[in-house]
């Protein structure tokens, strides 16, 4: 069975540094792309970037350049989602997602399939 | 910031047939990227609905069918059932801004 699995809830005060993880199997990790996806408080799904573990390649949103950093480590096919000074409005779930994709020309048509359950991250003084 | 918008909300009584809108632009849907939708009940992951705008994955129901043209894309629902009520998403690519793009999400109330 194709299935990501993410670490447990954090509850951090800003400033602190967090990393989280999104554990993959069942597929060959390195054939397809991770996605980070943050979903605030009653609020949309915000994508936020995307690693190739094959050879860490990353991309970010914009809205997340700077703040967080995508790394993978292929020997234990698992991916990571890291805040060196978490702040607040950090407060949210975030879940990853294998990338299935298609090219059709110049086009990379991208979709995210299986996610996680999830990780709560909850950051309060 | 969304840049694929969709209503707020939709309803319908059970047995009804709903529809949920999403509307991009000449940069993702335009350009020709494909639409996928997720279905995300309350207090779950996303789940997805929809690939390459009218593609259902194995197990997804064929009540659920998507379509797009020019620079929107739509789910449609027939036979609503009570388990259907959840928060719906469309996503795309876009060449302009990030890689990927999400709507601002509908949320679907069976009556």
């Known amino acids: 069975e194709v299935q990501v699995v993410q670490s447990g809830a954090e509850v951090k005060k800003p400033g602190d540094s967090l990393r989280i993880s999104c554990k993959a199997s069942?597929?060959?990790?390195?054939?397809?792309?991770i996605t980070w996806v943050r979903q605030m408080p009653g609020k949309g799904l915000e994508w936020m970037g995307r690693?190739?573990?094959?050879?860490?390649?990353?991309h970010y949103s914009p809205s997340f350049q700077g703040h967080v950093t995508i790394s993978a480590d292929k020997s234990i096919t698992t991916a990571y989602l890291q805040w060196r000074s978490l702040k607040a409005s950090d407060t949210a779930i975030y879940y990853c997602?294998?990338?299935?994709?298609?090219?059709?020309?110049?086009?990379?048509?991208?979709?995210?399939?299986?996610w996680g359950q999830g990780t709560l991250v909850t950051v309060s003084s | 910031q969304s840049v694929l918008t969709q209503p707020p909300s939709v309803s319908g009584a059970p047995g009804q047939r709903v529809t949920i809108s999403c509307t991009g632009s000449?940069?993702?849907?335009?350009?020709?990227?494909?639409v996928h939708w997720y279905q995300q009940v309350p207090g779950t992951a996303p789940k997805l609905l929809v690939y390459?705008?009218?593609n259902r994955p194995s197990g997804v129901p064929d009540r659920f069918s998507g379509s797009k043209s020019g620079t929107s894309a739509s789910l449609a629902i027939t036979g609503l059932q009570a388990e259907d009520e959840a928060d719906y998403y469309c996503?795309?690519?876009?060449?302009?801004?990030?890689?990927?793009?999400f709507g601002t999400g509908t949320k679907l109330t069976v009556l």
């Open positions: 997602a294998r990338i299935l994709h298609l090219i059709n020309g110049p086009m990379v048509h991208n979709w995210f399939d299986p």
């Open positions: 069942g597929y060959i990790f390195t054939n397809y792309w």
């Open positions: 690693i190739d573990p094959s050879d860490s390649y990353t």
């Open positions: 000449s940069s993702n849907i335009g350009a020709g990227y494909d």
């Open positions: 390459g705008n009218t």
């Open positions: 996503q795309s690519d876009d060449s302009s801004l990030t890689d990927s793009v």
